[in-house]
């Protein structure tokens, strides 16, 4: 998937026991989580929070259209980069471990067998197991971020 908010893939390694990936670097990686356990004032700058939701959003529009949820929305799965120091910073969604595929043929869901994700981040339909999901599962988890941005 090529998007500006999506870290790339640059390589990946596969054996039997493994599978390796190098992503895109991001040089200012852990901001948001790092504002966090610094216990930093919320971010109040209304122009950069609206910026990075919407970086946040273009990604994830993105990646709903090609028929993948990222199920795994969270601060620590957020990060920034700067390609240089006259560059403004943007948003790079990463780690697509728990991914799913929607099923065109199910009603645009996709189906999980338990429940995975961050806990504080899990919409409420993701307790059980056999669920069908959606987009809609990013979607709650993007606005837990947002509050804690705020």
């Known amino acids: 998937m090529k998007h500006k908010n999506i870290a790339q893939l ?3 390694a596969e054996s039997p026991e493994t599978l390796e990936l190098i ?6 990686h852990l901001y948001f989580v790092d504002r966090l356990e610094e216990n930093l004032d919320p971010i109040d700058d209304n122009r950069l929070l609206k910026k990075y939701a919407t970086e946040i959003l273009e990604a994830l529009e993105y990646i709903h259209s090609k028929g993948v949820v990222h199920a795994d929305i969270k601060l620590a799965n957020i990060l920034l980069h700067r390609e240089s120091e006259d560059d403004e910073e943007v948003i790079k969604l990463i780690d697509f471990g728990l991914s799913l ?14 429940t995975s994700g961050t ?6 339909e993701l307790k059980g197991s056999d669920i069908r999901v959606g987009p809609e599962i990013d979607m709650w988890a993007l606005g837990i971020v947002l509050y804690k941005m705020c």
Do not use: L, R, T, W
């Not at 992503?23 to 200012?28: A, D, R, S």
């Not at 806990?119 to 409420?124: D, I, L, N």
């Open 10 to 12: 640059c390589h990946y």
């Open 23 to 28: 992503v895109e670097f991001c040089n200012n």
């Open 101 to 114: 595929v929607i099923d065109p043929q199910n009603d645009g869901k996709a189906c999980m067998s338990k």
């Open 119 to 124: 806990f504080g981040y899990m919409a409420p």
